[in-house]
């Protein structure tokens, strides 16, 4: 130790300072600044960086060791309504008979071939359309030159009946897989459809539009629907 001390005090330290450096753990006095292992995923964001002057010189910044860990990314979520929900969670997928509905709608507005029924039993082929404000539905029979079109406002029918109900009422020899709309003139319209199923189906569409109809002119008359009096017991 003898010549060490001895050794500092004739030189002065200058040709043997870089051990005495490593010696006693002092810092260079070259401005070095220790890489963070991370630097570039844990970078000091605009407005932080004169904040880097005030670090000790020769100690690293801590700024980015003291950064939570970002939380994994979880896969499976998508975006539903504006919310982001999980793959697993079921989302309300339309039923099947709303689904008909809106394929009905959806013909009779592009128009579409249905059979309508002749007084004589026969189904005779025509070509049927709606308004895209469901307001009237206009017929035209196929396979006949100069045949007319028919239209038919949807707020004149007065009754839809399925199969053979209203075969009385309508004077037309229905079929099981008929729908049939009873106007107000006291005329009828019966359709032939290929199955019970559609039958339904379409009769359902049909009587939600003329039940539409009939709220919304029930609406601009202004008229009440008011229960008759109880009659007092005797």
Known sequence: ??????CITECGGSDCRPLVQRLI???????????????????TPEGTCSTSSQV?????????????????????????????????IEIPKKSGCQQAIGTIT????????LPVLALNGNAVECFVAMDKQLHYMVIQRLGKKESKRRALALDTVEQVCVGT??????GLPLQE??????????????????????RDNFAM????????????ELESCGTQVTMPPAVPAA
């Open 177 to 198: 897989n008929c729908v049939c709309l009873i106007l107000r003139e006291g005329q009828a319209i019966a359709f032939v459809l290929k199955s019970v199923e559609e």
């Open 1 to 6: 130790m003898g010549s060490s001390s001895s």
């Open 25 to 43: 753990r002092e810092p260079e006095e070259k401005d070095t600044v220790l890489r963070y292992a991370h630097a570039e995923a844990t970078a």
């Open 106 to 113: 959806k013909d009779l507005v592009r128009g579409r071939t």
């Open 56 to 88: 000790t010189e020769g100690t690293s910044s801590t700024w980015g060791s003291q950064m939570p860990p970002l939380p994994p990314v979880q896969p499976g979520l998508v975006l539903h309504h504006g919310i982001l929900q999980d793959e697993a």
């Open 165 to 170: 109900d209203a075969a009385e009422e309508s």
């Open 205 to 216: 569409v049909m009587s939600m539009l003329v039940d539409q109809h009939g709220e919304s």
